[in-house]
């Protein structure tokens, strides 16, 4: 019992040591980490959208963006215009309409078997006057707008549909596809 008492009384006078003491007796903290430490940075890759507009399976128009993109970043093209828009008398809110198209990439080389593949997130959205005279008479506009937002795996030198939606208005489809290209 008194071994018991002795021990204890012990550790609690050790753990009650100032912590300079603690540290001279080889109890530091853990080093922090080195520039080493930190993981490489991944490749560098052209980013090339096709946004097609379609009708009855014909293609009626069509855009084409393109970003660089290092893997593990993100990007975003936004073309377009801000439309001022009276909400209450004397507020005025500004609405973009036009094309804006956000996408992050993560490079799939750590895993062997996948290892020529990326992971793309994809928004997209494209917005424009369901009526054009509208803007130019100073009417409310009336906006069509069209979102796809998606997550693939996609491999390089391959184009893909990202995604495709139907307008509710007409017999139209809209298609968004990607190729991915590794930049050397």
Do not use: C
Request: net charge positive; proline share 5%.
């Amino acid at each position: 019992m008194l071994k018991k008492i002795l021990f204890a009384g012990a550790l609690i006078g050790v753990l009650m040591l100032p912590p300079a003491v603690m540290r001279a007796t080889g109890q530091d903290a853990p080093a922090p980490k080195r520039a080493a430490d930190v993981s490489e940075p991944g490749h560098s890759y052209r980013l090339d959208f096709t946004l097609s507009e379609l009708e009855d399976g014909k293609k009626m128009n069509s855009r084409e963006y393109s970003m660089s993109l290092n893997a593990g970043d993100q990007n975003e093209i936004k073309i377009g215009t801000r439309v001022p828009v009276e909400v209450k008398q004397s507020e005025i809110q500004y609405l973009d309409v036009g094309t804006n198209i956000w996408s992050r990439l993560r490079d799939r080389a750590d895993v062997q078997w996948l290892s020529n593949d990326v992971m793309l997130n994809i928004r997209s959205e494209l917005s424009n006057f369901a009526i054009p005279d509208q803007q130019a008479q100073g009417m409310r506009p009336t906006i069509r707008q069209i979102r796809i937002d998606s997550s693939v795996i996609a491999t390089p030198g391959k184009q893909m549909i990202v995604g495709s939606a139907d307008d509710p208005n007409s017999k139209r489809q809209f298609q968004l596809e990607v190729l991915v290209t590794k930049v050397k």
